[in-house]
């Protein structure tokens, strides 16, 4: 079983490129998750999504954006890139509310 | 607002010794509360998860919480600690609404020989 699948594992990018990060999940899930990782902070939720169509945001969604037009895809957008978005993202997946979160690898973003 | 305050950033515990790693919360109703574990270069693993009843909930891997009202605590203990546990955890609690994880900042463990 797949589960969450992330792409990429690693990117390096330059300061105002942009890049989509790739998240499914092969499980009919409907609450799908992203959050970053920085070191000595814990995880912060950027968005997330609770179906097909409707998306919320998170503690920290400035500089990102999402859509969810199928159950299975999350990709999380950046649009101009920011040294300040240098950190590991997650993506995550759970049936329902409350339920247990299920975790992509993660992808290591660096902006230079 | 919800917070989780994990007030240990870094645990060192001989092996086989007990361990007990702190979490409190701030919420307004009975939380929904979760530990996961993360080891170096993964994602997050599911330990255990609170939302009523007994308020001693067991685990994987041994490990066991206490949901203290009281003392707005979640602290996670396991008796004898391995090797293998050195990692990262986190505790973590449901949003308002339910429909997303708030994370603690972590307790890094290490497991000293």
């Known amino acids: 079983n797949a589960g969450v699948t992330q792409t990429p594992k690693f990117r390096i990018l330059k300061i105002g490129q942009s890049m989509t990060l790739q998240c499914t999940q092969d499980?009919?899930?409907?609450?799908m998750y992203w959050y970053r990782q920085d070191p000595g902070m814990g995880l912060k939720l950027i968005y997330y999504?609770?179906?097909?169509?409707?998306?919320d945001k998170g503690e920290v969604p400035n500089g990102y954006n999402v859509s969810r037009s199928t159950t299975e895809d999350f990709p999380l957008r950046l649009e101009l890139a920011a040294p300040s978005q240098t950190s590991v993202y997650f993506c995550?997946?759970?049936?329902?509310?409350?339920?247990?979160?299920?975790f992509g690898s993660g992808t290591q973003l660096s902006v230079l | 607002a919800q917070s989780v305050t994990q007030p240990d950033i870094h645990i060192t515990v001989s092996e086989g010794a007990s361990l007990e790693l702190r979490c409190n919360y701030s919420?307004?109703?009975?939380?929904?509360l979760f530990w996961y574990v993360q080891s170096p270069g993964q994602g997050l693993q599911l330990l255990l998860k609170?939302?009523?009843?007994?308020?001693l909930v067991q685990g994987i891997k041994g490990f066991e919480a206490e949901f203290k009202r009281s003392q707005s605590s979640f602290n996670l203990r396991k008796p004898s600690v391995h090797w293998s546990d050195a990692a990262e955890y986190f505790c973590?609690?449901?949003?308002?609404?339910?429909?997303?994880?708030?994370f603690g900042k972590g307790t890094t463990l290490s497991v000293s020989s």
């Open positions: 999504s609770v179906g097909a169509g409707i998306t």
């Open positions: 499980m009919n899930h409907n609450y």
């Open positions: 995550a997946s759970s049936l329902g509310q409350n339920e247990k979160l299920f």
């Open positions: 919420y307004g109703a009975t939380p929904y």
């Open positions: 973590a609690g449901a949003n308002q609404a339910g429909t997303a994880l708030i």
């Open positions: 609170y939302f009523s009843g007994d308020t």
